[in-house]
């Protein structure tokens, strides 16, 4: 099975920041990797697709990119609102469709 | 406008059986393949089970394999999730979740998720 590893696990950053995040994978996945935003107590929601491609609705700081097994999501100017958990998944080796362990963003 | 609503969450003890339901509006449901993904308290996602848009393919993690039915029926927009011989592990939000493209299996819209708690 492709394990996903997300680095950091929590992060603290001031509101204008810089965000990075990492997803690797321990095998080749292509471009197959999603991210996605869960804030506390809702239900996750797709930001990037595809590795680098952003859903319909989502503002353009966030960005993805990456292939084959390291992928980068980055929030250019972080806002106050986007304090939540992110994840990457990858859906490479279907029907498994895994995620990784999360990525809790606070502000500083 | 899309929306996934589940239902059926609640306390059931270990070795028992629950039926949780997902009722889809605002688009072709029959076109989509869906998905269970839950998260336990506290802890992460993890994808629970997949079935396509005609039901003719159907996976499982193997946590859950051979306990868990996954089906749906596009006559009544719903999808279901028959839970047996439930563990205390199984314990999480269950959501719903529905595939961007047959391409592109992200997750696109998820419900607002039912829990499930197996305890004695």
């Known amino acids: 099975d492709i394990q996903m590893t997300q680095s950091p696990s929590s992060l603290s950053a001031s509101v204008g920041d810089r965000v990075t995040i990492t997803c690797q994978a321990s095998?080749?996945?292509?471009?197959?990797l999603n991210w996605y935003q869960q804030k506390p107590g809702k239900a996750p929601k797709l930001l990037i697709y595809?590795?680098?491609n952003l859903e319909t609705g989502v503002p353009s700081r966030f960005s993805g990119s990456g292939s084959g097994t390291d992928f980068t999501f980055t929030i250019s100017s972080l806002q106050p609102e986007d304090i939540a958990t992110y994840y990457c998944?990858?859906?490479?080796?279907?029907?498994?469709?895994?995620f990784g362990q999360g990525t809790k963003l606070e502000i500083k | 406008e899309v929306q996934l609503v589940e239902s059926g969450g609640g306390l059931v003890k270990p070795g028992g059986s629950l039926r949780l339901s997902c009722a889809a509006s605002?688009?072709?449901?029959?076109?989509?393949?869906m998905n269970w993904v839950r998260q336990a308290p506290g802890k992460g996602l993890e994808w629970v089970s997949s079935?396509?848009?005609?039901?003719?393919?159907?996976y499982y993690a193997d946590s859950v394999k051979g306990r868990f039915t996954i089906s749906r029926d596009n006559a009544k927009n719903s999808l279901y999730l028959q839970m047996n011989s439930l563990r205390a592990e199984d314990t999480a939000v269950y959501y719903c979740?529905?595939?961007?493209?047959?391409?592109?299996?992200?997750?696109?819209?998820w419900g607002q998720g039912t829990l499930v708690t197996v305890s004695s």
């Open positions: 998944q990858q859906y490479d080796n279907l029907p498994r469709k895994t």
């Open positions: 095998q080749d996945i292509s471009n197959y």
């Open positions: 079935i396509s848009s005609s039901s003719s393919y159907i």
């Open positions: 979740a529905r595939d961007r493209t047959v391409v592109t299996p992200a997750f696109d819209y």
């Open positions: 595809d590795a680098s």
């Open positions: 605002g688009f072709t449901f029959s076109s989509y393949s």
